[in-house]
């Protein structure tokens, strides 16, 4: 029989190539050194227990499964469920996100249209809507960008993507306060002017997106 770290670095193999990821890739998803997972793949070396649970809890497996041998059945199970449930998962992260745009909208088409029907007998009789009600929608794509940026952080924790999420909607953001203030105010401001600190929110955020934490240490065993 092989020996323990031999196992275990097959097991890691072929659950990572089952999620499709490179050792550089995992490296980014588990905060370990690719180096490390190469020598652990490889059998050098056997990582420590608490290395394990991190590999069991990403992988949705036990530690007994990574320290036991499989067969090859066992591995082609594993891989077409992981990857059938990778898709089920990605689909409705998708729907989620999709649902909570959509609901801005509503939102907004709600508010847009009681403002000329006056469902709710919320101005005088008589007295007209104002015309500015478009400005809502305009409203309305900051909103959205920044609930999607916090669904899309809590379910992929991926830097690149929130630079421009919140840099989309660190502009939009400035910008529906300009149309607000241009175009909907009975007495317009034009504060165009305000779009000069977008220049340092967008700097801060590339720095961010850019910032690589520290990896975990490995236990030499």
Known sequence: MENLASIVGKNLA??????????????????????????????????????????????????????????????????????????????????????????????AICVFFSGYYNPFKTRPAGEPAHKGLWVIFVWMIPVSIFLAAVECWHYYHNRKLMVILLSSFAWTLLLSFCVQFQFYNDEPEIIWYILVVGIPIQIILILWGNFRPKKKTATKK
């Open 14 to 107: 072929s659950l990572r190539k089952a999620k499709g990821l490179t050792q550089q890739d995992l490296a980014k998803e588990i905060n370990y050194s690719d180096k490390s997972i190469s020598k652990w793949e490889l059998g050098y070396s056997l990582p420590s227990v608490d290395i394990l649970k991190d590999f069991a809890a990403f992988y949705g497996v036990t530690i007994d499964y990574l320290v036991a041998e499989q067969s090859q059945e066992d591995l082609e199970k594993i891989a077409k469920a992981e990857e059938e449930d990778e898709k089920i998962r990605f689909r409705n992260q998708i729907i989620v996100i999709a649902l909570t745009v959509t609901f801005v909208f509503l939102v």
